[in-house]
């Protein structure tokens, strides 16, 4: 796997995808679907119906990749619902789903971001 920085986003696409969508099949899931710039930085991960594989796009600065994994035995866990909802993850817990943790989408396994606050100042001075 590519070491990627923790604070990159990661959107799993809320359906089963197609595999077989290359470049153009997948941008166009990511601008129309999902509502994303292919060209953000972002990392989207796309899963066959029967789990068995999943495609990570994503924008390097210099050109599109795509990585693809295809399990010989299991299944990936399933990350979209009834209603197709997109799913946020963490560049950590994208690595797990890629090694096989069926727990990811089920509940949070990273803590959420902390955000900078204003420091307490002494008014008195």
Known sequence: MIALPRTIQVWAYGRPTDLRKGYNGLWGLIKNELRRDPLSGELFLFVNAKRTGC????????GLCIFMKKLERGHFAQLWDAAGTALQLTSSELALFIEG????????????????????FDDRV
């Open 55 to 62: 495609k990570v796009f994503l924008w390097d600065g210099t």
């Open 101 to 120: 943790c069926t727990v990811v989408g089920r509940k949070s396994l990273s803590p959420t971001a902390l955000t900078s606050k204003d420091l307490a």
